[in-house]
Structures are given as structure tokens and as C-alpha cells.
């Protein structure tokens, strides 16, 4: 089969089209044969070292398909089924072999390409408002790049349970989007210092929230938007790691909390694993979430979608197909 093998880390040369053996499923996993796969930050990561991850390997976190094989003792996923993951490399190829326990099932009204959308960041963005801050009704949140993958996600998820949401963006035309999917307040953060507009736009009080996946770039300006005891959810570092934080500094900004959760500590029980994929998929069956598809790339051009996802110029979701 076809599959992008990593021998060694770097930038998206490093990502070398390979045929290698077809994967057997064992005891408790299952055979995926893959028809779309999502492009995330975790790969870039893993890509150039910043997480380590044993060498060889095959990237990708994210993939939907239809189950082909089934290991001993799987016995609530079957042949035939569509199914997807995340959390588990092996995406970036034609079929890759998932422990049962990380794969949930796909309903007929979600496409695989939806799927593979949603599942890491749409889980992502459902944890940070349901669970690191379950948003309340009434309140105001800010989402950092707004008009992203996850951005977007979390823009929707936030409206649906009642918050007003501000959203950071760096054009008209990711403006437009974002006000599209449901943003109430667009803070230009290229024109506009974020911390003084959130001021403005709350009346001085700031936001009970600030989901945050840039990480260097707006961290300052994350903490200084909070209003007194809430919460930086700092859940990536698209523009590079945080510099060491003095703890002082989140009592000087309100007693505010901090935390840099990851979404595999929000997925480790299977029951809330199926919960948070649930609530994803019947959200999109129900017409009221629709995952931003911003661009479709084929398997061996995965270096390309990983090049445009790091410019920070694309906007939705990038999908290998």
C-alpha cells in the first residue's frame, strides 16, 4: 500500500511517498481501509521533532474510512462499517490498523470527509467549551484564529450553547468567514491591539474565556483579555512555544487560571471518547454544524497541505483525499 513514511525529522521534504506492507490487525484493533484524512499541527510537530516520536513512522492522527478487518475480541465495530479516529498515528496512507478502543463509529448522514474534519479538532473544540471551560449561556469568550480549523469549530460550538463570541483574525476575507459560522465581534488582530478591543467590546470587564491554539504570539494578549478568575485555555503553539511563565502574573491579571490540556486526557474513556464524537456527528446531521473544508490535496502531496497550514494563510479545515 501506499503510505508517507518519516525516516528522519525536518521540514515537509521529510514527508517521502513509500510502498509498504499491508497492515494485519491484532487482538483489539481494527483494519481501516482510508478515504480521508485531516491535516493538523500535531503532524508538523511530530514532522520537525518538536514532539518526539519514534523514527521510522507514519504521520496523521485523523482518518475516516470503512473497516476491512476486525482483531480478536473487537465485538462493537464490524467489516463494513464506516468508521473513523483520532489520536493515532498511521493516517497518511491508504489503510492504517487502530486500537477499537480510539475508533467510533460513523453515521450514514456524516461523509468521511466530514469525519476526518472533525474529528481532532471538532473533539478539541468540543473539550475546551464543554469541559476545560464549560461555556454558560449569556457570556463572553474569545477564539484565537478564529477563522482556522479548530477556530472555526469552536466559533460554532460556543453559539450553540448561547456565549458571544469574539473572534481574532488577520483579514477581510477570514472576517467574512468567521462572521459567516456565527462570530459576533471581529477583532483585526494585525490593525487593532487584541487586550485593549476585548476591553472595549466588554466594557472593561473582559471574557470569561480565551481559547487560544497560537500560543508565543498571543499569549500576552490572552492573559490581559481575561476578566477576573477566568480561564487561558491554551490548547496549541501554531506561532511557536510559550516563553516561562511567572505564576504572579495570573493573580496580577484577576486570579485568572491557566491550563495547557490536551485533548487525549478528554478522550482517554470511551464513553466520553463516543460522547464527544456523538455530539459532533449529530450536530452535523442535524444541519447545524458544517465543517469548513478549505482545501482537499491528494495523499502525496501531503508536504504541500502541511506548507500551507503553517503559513497560517488557509482557512477551514485541509483534508488528504
Do not use: C
Request: glycine share 12%; no cysteine; aromatic share 4%.
Amino acid at each position: 500500500m501506499r503510505a508517507i513514511v518519516i525516516e528522519e525529522t525536518g521540514g515537509p521534504e521529510v514527508l517521502r511517498p513509500s510502498e509498504v506492507p499491508d497492515p494485519v490487525p491484532g487482538p483489539g484493533e481494527v483494519l481501516i481501509d482510508i478515504e480521508a484524512r485531516g491535516v493538523n499541527f500535531i503532524d508538523i510537530y511530530q514532522r520537525g521533532g518538536l514532539y518526539d516520536v519514534p523514527l521510522p513512522f507514519v504521520p496523521g492522527m485523523e482518518a475516516a474510512g470503512v473497516i476491512t478487518a476486525v482483531g480478536e475480541g473487537v465485538e462493537d465495530l464490524s467489516v463494513g462499517q464506516r468508521a473513523g479516529w483520532a489520536m493515532a498515528p498511521g493516517a497518511y496512507a491508504d489503510r492504517a490498523v487502530v486500537k477499537a478502543s480510539l475508533v467510533v463509529p460513523v453515521p450514514d448522514a456524516v461523509t468521511s470527509e466530514q469525519a476526518a474534519a472533525l474529528l481532532l479538532q471538532g473533539m478539541t473544540a468540543h473539550y475546551l467549551t464543554h469541559s476545560v471551560h464549560p461555556v454558560a449561556e449569556g457570556e463572553t469568550v474569545l477564539v484565537h484564529a478564529a477563522a482556522g480549523g479548530t477556530g472555526l469549530l469552536l466559533v460554532r460550538l460556543a453559539k450553540e450553547l448561547g456565549a458571544r463570541v469574539i473572534g481574532t483574525v488577520s483579514s477581510e476575507e477570514k472576517e467574512r468567514i468567521a462572521r459567516e459560522t456565527g462570530a459576533d465581534e471581529i477583532i483585526r488582530y494585525t490593525e487593532t491591539p487584541v487586550a485593549e478591543a476585548v476591553r472595549d467590546l466588554t466594557g472593561g470587564e473582559g471574557v470569561a474565556a480565551v481559547y487560544d491554539g497560537v500560543g508565543r504570539d498571543t499569549f500576552d494578549a490572552s492573559l490581559a483579555s481575561l476578566r477576573p478568575r477566568g480561564v487561558l485555555a491554551l490548547f496549541g503553539q501554531s506561532s511557536g512555544p510559550v516563553e516561562p511563565v511567572d505564576p504572579q502574573r495570573l493573580n496580577g491579571a484577576g486570579s485568572v487560571y491557566l491550563t495547557r490540556p490536551s485533548l487525549a486526557h478528554f478522550v482517554a474513556d470511551r464513553r466520553e471518547l463516543l460522547w464527544r464524537a456523538g455530539d459532533l456527528f449529530s450536530l452535523v446531521g442535524e444541519g447545524r454544524l458544517d465543517p469548513r473544508i478549505g482545501g482537499r490535496y491528494p495523499l502525496a502531496e501531503a508536504g504541500a497541505a502541511q506548507t500551507d497550514l503553517a503559513s497560517r494563510r488557509t482557512t477551514g479545515k485541509l483534508v488528504l483525499v
